[in-house]
């Protein structure tokens, strides 16, 4: 057990995978003796060669066209497409594809692949380095969306990914790359890829977020607590699609209140899904209606500093939200 | 003397009488199934056809070099004929065509000419045009990564080329030289739209940009195909390389039985080419090198016949999945 970050967790998750099976690769822009972008990869290929950690050209649909193609012929490979926004050229490989190959085959051909891709707003990052992608994959039957925010998470979650049959696709918000330090077992620690997780129980309201948001989410729900004595259950989803809609429904039903807050534009949100099965499936339970924060629908967070900051739901709207929730 | 010269052909590629009496066969299996699906489309049995008519020796030529269930083939839609030489039978077409849940390429799901056989290494393939590329691409990467000399074949028509997944696909095999193979059967025409506003240049040509070599053949001629692909799968398992193939061909049918290609092209321009039916000029080779006389001819024709109306009758009298199987098989357990 030592302290991680997030980005540390997922390179090590990636390292232990390929110590343990060498049909295990990664392949990306940038991803070898670069280590990456964001230094996710940094020393793989110094490790496992310039075969295991590839080096590709600049082609999205090729990343993951290859990809699959690689894991049909007995390779785990993880793909990484460097920036989430970045992702639409490999759109027909992902959603037409690999989602489609067990299905359409009737279950003679499995997609062992995982896609990482890092998403969402961060200073400077502007229009095309700041997109949360999630919404345009949570329609995708075949295809499982996951996005871990914590550390320990995110290496268990990312060994589950790269262990599945299936293909899923991996969000890591990377405004939170750095953010904190957690303990991160160096192995044994398994989390599955439909669980959703509570990090802190309450009778008063329910907030669902992942991503820099669920951080938010949890000093605020602090503060309230100590300042207002207003207790909020957290839920992370942690997978995004398929949902685990058990645990977001019992909270609910314990505190008959839910606020969704992601930084994604909120109209056809994973949010609204949330709250279209909360509607549904609790409303007997609800003593307020379901209320959504997100980013306002304009195309993608703007460059300039006080631009980007209106797009990012603030601590400040979270506050408010939640405050407007609780005195309902 | 001109038979001198053309019974030097096939025994120069090394192909004894045995070897091409299969090929032969193979492409009749090929058409007489195609023949027979329209009729079943005709009778309102089959809610969709699509042909490989005219392609029979380009898919014929090509497949009768690879090892079936060790290499890997991604086939485009018309690929039958491949399918059905790699090990895939006239049942097994007409299942698929008539939708029925034992159709081994997707128990139903999918439409007729979107083959897959994990068995035989055929890789499930898809309706967007030239997805297959990069995917090939990938399965051939596996096999140099793993110092195994399998072979990844992929097709498509010509209109597969102008997408972007040709190029990323073409570029990434180049630069790894990458065990694959892109067999372009160029027929002509992309559902109405005819080569000259598809294709600039030559497709062949093209490879030599990506470094490795590209050849144009008559996909018409199934010795020259065989001839072609050999080279290249050769090549490939030499760890020379990926070789692209253009096999100059002609699509006989309409584009599938919901065309009417009466609006787009003349009678004559078919009829042209019906003369040039990669069939009759193959039986025109057996017959002059006395391998294939009319009686023998006439035999294996009647013996085909049978054999694929059993297996349409067969398919015709198999049950449909039970509806709340579309339900199913959505996600692999781990």
């Known amino acids: 057990m030592s302290e991680k970050n997030l980005l540390q967790a997922i390179h090590d998750g990636l390292a232990e995978e390929m110590r343990a099976d060498e049909t295990v690769m990664v392949l990306g822009e940038d991803v070898g003796r670069a280590g990456g972008v964001f230094r996710v990869t940094q020393g793989l290929q110094e490790e496992f060669g310039p075969e295991r950690v590839l080096d590709t050209p600049l082609a999205e649909s090729l990343i993951v066209g290859s990809a699959l193609g690689l894991s049909v012929n007995g390779m785990r490979p993880v793909a990484e497409i460097q920036f989430a926004d970045f992702i639409p050229p490999a759109f027909d490989q992902i959603i037409n594809e690999a989602a489609k190959f067990y299905y359409r085959s009737n279950g003679a051909w499995t997609v062992p692949i995982t896609i990482r891709a890092p998403y969402g707003v961060v200073p400077g990052g502007a229009l095309y380095h700041s997109q949360s992608i999630e919404a345009w994959f949570c329609n995708t039957p075949g295809l499982k969306v996951v996005a871990p925010t914590f550390p320990a998470d995110a290496k268990a979650m990312l060994k589950s990914a790269i262990r599945d049959p299936n293909p899923v696709l991996f969000l890591e918000h990377k405004r939170t790359y750095r953010l904190i330090k957690e303990d991160v077992p160096e192995d044994g620690h398994e989390v599955p890829l439909n669980k959703a997780r509570v990090h802190r129980e309450g009778e008063d309201i329910t907030v669902v977020s992942y991503g820099l948001m669920l951080y938010t989410a949890l000093e605020v729900a602090g503060k309230l607590s100590d300042e207002h004595g207003i207790e909020t259950a957290v839920v992370e989803p942690r997978t995004l699609y398929p949902l685990d809609r058990e645990k977001i429904l019992n909270s609910v039903k314990k505190t008959g209140k839910l606020l969704v807050i992601s930084e994604a534009n909120v109209t056809g949100s994973v949010s609204g899904e949330i709250a279209a099965v909360v509607s549904q499936e609790a409303f007997e339970w609800l003593d307020a209606p379901v209320m959504r924060l997100g980013a306002p629908d304009v195309p993608a967070a703007a460059f300039a500093r006080p631009m980007m900051d209106a797009f990012v739901p603030s601590a400040e709207k979270i506050e408010a939200a939640m405050l407007e929730l609780a005195r309902y | ?334």
């Open chain 2, 1 to 334: 003397m001109a038979i001198e010269k053309t019974r030097a052909r096939h025994e120069s590629l090394g192909l004894g009488e045995q070897d091409l009496l299969k090929l032969y066969r193979h492409m009749l299996v090929a058409r007489r199934v195609d023949e027979r699906s329209w009729i079943l489309n005709r009778q309102g049995k089959a809610a969709f056809v699509i042909s490989c008519q005219g392609q029979e020796a380009a898919q014929i030529g090509t497949a009768y070099n690879l090892r079936p269930g060790y290499d890997y083939l991604y086939p485009y839609y018309r690929d039958s004929g491949m399918t059905l030489l790699l090990g895939q039978t006239p049942r097994d077409q007409f299942l698929s065509i008539l939708g029925k849940r034992e159709d081994p390429n997707s128990g139903g799901r999918q439409m007729p000419g979107h083959f897959s056989s994990r068995r035989l290494n055929i890789v499930t393939a898809s309706a967007p045009v030239g997805v297959q590329y990069p995917q090939a691409a990938g399965t051939a990467l596996a096999f140099k990564m793993r110092g195994e000399d399998g072979v990844a074949v992929t097709c498509g028509g010509e209109a597969s080329t102008s997408g972007g997944d040709w190029h990323e696909a073409m570029n990434f095999a180049g630069i790894h030289a990458l065990p694959v193979i892109f067999l372009i059967e160029n027929n002509v025409y992309a559902i109405s739209v005819p080569s000259r506003l598809q294709v600039a240049g030559s497709i062949a040509k093209r490879a030599e940009g990506y470094d490795f070599p590209g050849v144009e053949v008559d996909g018409n001629d199934v010795l020259a195909v065989y001839e072609a692909a050999k080279e290249a799968v050769g090549r490939a398992r030499r760890g020379d390389g990926p070789t692209l193939i253009e096999a100059k061909t002609y699509r006989m049918t309409a584009h599938s039985s919901d065309d009417d290609d009466r609006r787009y092209r003349e009678r004559e321009e078919i009829e042209e080419w019906r003369l040039k039916d990669p069939i009759i000029r193959f039986e025109k080779y057996l017959s002059e090198n006395g391998l294939l006389d009319d009686g023998e001819k006439e035999t294996m024709d009647q013996e085909i016949k049978a054999e694929v109306a059993e297996a349409s009758s067969y398919a015709e009298n198999a049950p449909f999945a039970e509806p709340e199987e579309a339900l199913e098989r959505v996600y692999a357990e781990a």
